[in-house]
């Protein structure tokens, strides 16, 4: 028997606050990752496997939510470095991690799920965690005014 898709499951009724913004098509979700504040999926609402299975005009939509959320995080985060990810492996849904990176996070220089290289800081995350507000407004601003 399969099991449901997590995404799927995620849209159709998603934690509070969770929903930074949506449309018919697309729906950019703050991931409730303590140790990674500002962790956004931009995921394309229809249960569709890979990005080659939407047309060219719905992948540059993809995209195009994706720089959005990318350029938000890096104006108001001011992150060393910002990792952008489609894997799908666990959850065969096209979907969109977009990680604001810090050389002081538990894993960096390696991927999120890497070897942990350190403990961050509780005082560089809460200070992260305090600018999710301004982050939400400026990939909500973003989106609304460039129609993803």
Not at 10 to 30: F, R, S, T
Request: net charge negative; proline share 8%.
């Amino acid at each position: 028997m399969a099991s449901a898709c997590d995404l799927c499951t995620l849209l159709a009724a998603p934690p509070a606050g969770a929903v930074i913004w949506q449309d018919e098509a697309l729906a950019v979700v703050a991931v409730d990752e303590p140790g990674y504040p500002g962790f956004t999926r931009v995921v394309w609402r229809a249960h569709v496997r890979e990005m080659t299975d939407l047309a060219p005009a719905e992948r540059e939509r993809v995209m195009r939510a994706v720089w959005a959320v990318e350029e938000a995080q890096r104006e108001v985060m001011a992150p060393h470095k910002v990792n952008l990810a489609s894997f799908g492996n666990m959850t065969p849904h096209v979907h969109w991690h977009v990680i604001p990176r810090y050389t002081d996070d538990a894993h960096f220089p390696n991927p999120t799920w890497g070897a942990v290289q350190r403990t961050a800081t509780p005082a560089s995350l809460e200070g992260r965690a305090a600018l999710l507000p301004q982050l939400h407004a400026a990939i909500l601003q973003r989106l609304t005014n460039h129609h993803a």
